[in-house]
Each structure stands twice: as C-alpha cells, then as structure tokens.
Nanobody, 122 residues
Framework: QVQLVESGGGLVQPGGSLTLSCAAS????????MGWYRQAPGKQRELVAT???????TYTDSVKGRFTISRDNAKNTAYLQVNSLKPEDTAVYYC????????????????WGQGTQVTVSS
C-alpha cells in the first residue's frame, strides 16, 4: 500500500513561517501531481497549491507570494514553505498525491495524508 505522512505544523505568531512536509512511502512506481489542501473549522477543504512531477506549480490567489510548494522526487516528498502567516491561514493542512503503484500498470490512485494543524495566533 501507499501512505502519505505530513509533518511540520504548529503554533506560530502572525508574520511567522513554517515548513510543511509530506512524505510518501510504499509500493510507488511514480508520483504525478502532489498538492496541499487546507480546511479551516466550519469551512470546506480548499486547494492551496499543486506541483507536477516536472515542477510546474499553481497557487490559490490568497497564498500567492507567501507560500511556496516544492518537491524532492528522489525522496517522494513534497514541501510547503508558508511565510508571512495570517490568522486566516489557520487550518488543518492536508497533502494529496496522485500515484501510480508498482504492479498496477498505468492506473492512478489518489492518496491523502492525515493532516497537520497550523495555528496562527498571537
């Protein structure tokens, strides 16, 4: 099977920074697009950023210029550098990955991590 494990969340003051990590493990042949989503209390989960296997990125407007998504294909890991944090960035951040598993041909599967809490408060 395949697992995604996020880490790096925490409590930070407004204007602070964090680096979130998402490590994929298991019977992985290839990881296509990886993405970060977030869900604040009482709100729907929203897409924050994505990165393709060749490094093309997209961002939701509210985080452009403050967040940076990257990945290390050799480590099957994606990162989200979050800077200039605001209270409205408070949410559980989830990693998503579209993966081709070993022995499954070209069929792709979507996997989610368990989430990591980011709280921005003074």
């Amino acid at each position: 099977q395949v697992q995604l494990v996020e880490s790096g969340g925490g409590l930070v003051q407004p204007g602070g920074s964090l680096t979130l990590s998402c490590a994929a493990s298991g019977r992985i042949f290839r990881i296509n697009t990886m993405g970060w989503y977030r869900q604040a209390p009482g709100k729907q989960r929203e897409l924050v950023a994505t990165i393709t296997s060749d490094g093309r990125t997209t961002y939701t407007d509210s985080v452009k210029g403050r967040f940076t998504i990257s990945r290390d294909n050799a480590k099957n890991t994606a990162y989200l550098q979050v800077n200039s944090l605001k209270p409205e960035d408070t949410a559980v951040y989830y990693c998503n990955a579209n993966i081709i598993r070993i022995g499954q041909g070209l069929r792709t599967y979507d996997y989610w991590g368990q989430g990591t809490q980011v709280t921005v408060s003074s």
